[in-house]
């Protein structure tokens, strides 16, 4: 039984998007290959094989081509489809971060007591924050990329507020585990003096008291990603 090539997906994909499943569709081999990023003979041979193939139907009129999509080639991208899904399901639904406790600039414990700050935290993840956050240095560059995530995923928003005299940041929380022990939340900060290889949580307990730990202890952060 012939299988669907690689190089072929994009031009079903193209030829499904234009309704080739149920009627023929009219393409020019220039078009088809500015549309799946190939030149006009690899578009050519692409239909000539997919024919051949039979998993598209040609009728061809001079110099027009009708196409349309064969029961065979619709259901090997049915498969196709099923396959990635389930690839796509079977996705760890959590991130883990491994770094090192390290000092942070001690600024931490005052932004933490801010009366704009603490009244949304004990409204939007139930604690007002053990006062300080602490800092961990991610030592590794795959665990460095992992975290930029965070930037374009739907936190916890504690808004940005103004005193009268300046505006502070708005923070976002997500929910996370130190060693699979200790409930805390990964902050991700509009404002902040550290690049990706420091990140900052925050907990309604001293973390390093609860966790016996100090600077320099090796910590495993877990992060449960919402769909």
């Not at 090997?76 to 883990?96: I, Y």
């Not at 585990?177 to 805390?184: A, D, E, F, L, M």
Request: positive net charge; contains cysteine.
């Amino acid at each position: 039984m012939t299988e669907l090539k690689i190089q072929h997906i994009l031009t079903l994909t193209y030829l499904l998007s234009k309704g080739a499943k149920h009627n023929f569709i009219t393409i020019t081999t220039d078009s088809l290959g500015k549309n799946i990023k190939k030149s006009q003979q690899a578009a050519s041979k692409h239909l000539l094989e997919l024919e051949n193939n039979q998993f598209i139907e040609r009728i061809i009129t001079g110099r027009n081509i009708s196409v349309k999509i064969t029961p065979k080639g619709f259901s090997e991208m049915v498969k196709l489809s099923a396959t990635l899904q389930k690839s796509l399901d079977s996705t760890p639904s959590t991130v883990e971060l491994k770094g090192t406790l390290v000092s942070g600039m001690g600024e931490g414990a005052y932004y933490m007591s801010l009366k704009g700050y603490t009244k949304q935290f004990k409204s939007k993840i139930g604690y007002i924050p053990f006062p300080g956050t602490l800092n961990v240095r991610l030592d590794k560059k795959i665990h460095q990329e992992a975290i930029k995530q965070f930037e374009n995923l739907n936190g916890i928003t504690i808004e940005s507020f103004s005193d009268g005299k300046r505006t502070y940041g708005w923070v976002k929380c997500f929910h996370a585990k130190i060693n699979q022990s200790i409930n805390c939340e990964l902050i991700i900060l509009e404002r902040t003096h550290h690049d990706n290889s420091i990140i900052e949580l925050i907990s309604d307990v001293c973390i390093k008291k609860s966790g016996k730990l100090k600077n320099g202890s090796q910590v495993t952060i877990t992060i449960p990603i919402l769909s």
